[in-house]
Nanobody, 118 residues
């Protein structure tokens, strides 16, 4: 099973930007679509952005973050790192951010914590 390792989170001031990084351990079970999810304290995990590798297209289903996110992959390879840049961070963006495939998902990684202070 692929292992997912997220990094790049931290404690940041509102208005700043962060770029999150997702590493795939191997290509086992690789899917065409991978994305970033977030889980706020006490909340459910939800998909905020996804990237379709075959078409190199990005999609942002979370309207609260639309316009502030950029998802990308380093190259077209199945093991290519997946990135998420978040601009104009807000305190309500505080959450644990996870990367994973989109339906079906692989085993979840530990995520990377993003804490935004005003």
């Amino acid at each position: 099973q692929v292992q997912l390792v997220e990094s790049g989170g931290g404690l940041v001031q509102a208005g700043k930007s962060l770029k999150l990084n997702c590493q795939f351990s191997d290509t086992s079970g690789a899917r065409d679509t991978a994305g970033w999810y977030r889980q706020a304290p006490g909340g459910e995990r939800s998909l905020v952005a996804f990237h379709i590798r075959s078409s190199d297209t990005a999609h942002y289903p979370d309207s609260s973050m639309k316009g502030r996110l950029t998802i990308s992959r380093a190259n077209a390879g199945a093991k290519a790192p997946l990135y998420l840049e978040i601009q104009g961070l807000r305190p309500e963006d505080t959450a644990v951010y996870f990367c994973n495939y989109v339906t079906p998902v692989a085993p979840w990684g530990q995520g990377t914590h993003v804490t935004v202070v005003s």
